[in-house]
């Protein structure tokens, strides 16, 4: 008796009211379509709205929903479209090189989280690629061809956005660097043959001289340390804790490396000769 008692009431102050307002009495609508339902057992429920599903939102102090509709405010807050997921690999670091290009190939990925809204655009290099539009959590895949010429540094970017308007954004770059060089020599100064070959060291892409490095003497030998001279000439040679720098002499060389690149390098050569291992720090 009650319940009846109170649905009449609710109608009763519905009708009466100026402003109708969208309500749904025991799911009867009344009026325009509800945006809530009022049940029977005097419970709201919001129509059109799930709140059985993972919170994306991060609720922080200051955040503006900028709307007065419950529904809307709670969407906002708590349950946020995500950004989509992208990927660009491809890129590499390459030794200089004496002129010319070459052709690269990319691969991209574009996906959605599982409340990402759809794909719009996928743009990889300032081109747009086509793609069958992937579920929530999942993604799609492709690639992409560029020139690029020796020398000089290229980064390309790949940018995914949403049909809300949400972007992400990936790079791969290719970049040139000088290789430095360490190892063993025969002779009194090391040459560009020794560095070329390296024995009982190494070399290395970098455009940076300091480093540790370890050498394999084998017999007599001596020690080398090269690097391109631009970088300016080292502080210290630390070997076995003591600086060894004045137990170095330093040559300049014009050396060609295997890519046919010539530029100057600082070569620092061992003024003994030494049967042992050695590891220099150096600056």
């Known amino acids: 008796m009650k319940q009846i008692l109170l649905f009449i009431l609710m109608l009763f102050a519905y009708v009466a009211n100026a402003q109708q307002q969208n309500l749904t009495v025991d799911s009867i609508a009344i009026g325009r379509k509800p945006a809530s339902k009022i049940n029977l057992d005097g419970s709201i429920t919001a129509k059109n709205f799930n709140g059985k599903r993972p919170i994306t939102g991060s609720v922080a102090t200051g955040q503006n929903p900028n709307t007065n509709d419950l529904v809307a405010w709670l969407n906002t807050v708590f349950y946020p479209t995500q950004s989509p997921i992208v990927g660009l690999t491809g890129g590499q670091q390459l030794e200089l090189h004496s002129a010319g290009s070459f052709n690269a190939t990319l691969n991209w990925t574009a996906g959605r989280q599982a409340a990402t809204e759809t794909i719009n655009t996928i743009v990889v290099d300032g081109v747009s690629k086509g793609f069958a539009q992937p579920g929530p959590g999942n993604s799609v895949s492709g690639t992409h061809d560029v020139s690029v010429t020796y020398n000089t540094n290229k980064t390309v970017s790949s940018t995914v ?71 300016g000439d080292l502080s210290n040679i630390n070997i076995g804790g003591l600086e060894s720098l004045s137990s170095f002499t330093k040559t300049v060389i014009s050396f060609t490396n295997v890519s046919g690149y010539t530029q100057n390098y600082n070569v620092y050569t061992s003024n003994n000769e030494t049967g042992g291992n050695v590891t220099a720090v150096i600056q």
């Open 161 to 231: 956005t949403t049909s809300d308007g949400k972007t992400a954004t990936a790079s791969t770059a290719f970049t040139f660097l000088p290789k430095r060089y360490w190892g063993r020599t025969a002779s009194t100064a090391a040459t560009e043959s020794d560095l070329l070959a390296s024995a009982g060291g190494s070399n290395a892409l970098s455009n940076n001289k300091a480093g540790t490095f370890s050498i394999t003497a084998s017999g007599s030998n001596r020690v080398f340390y090269a690097y391109p001279s631009n970088l």
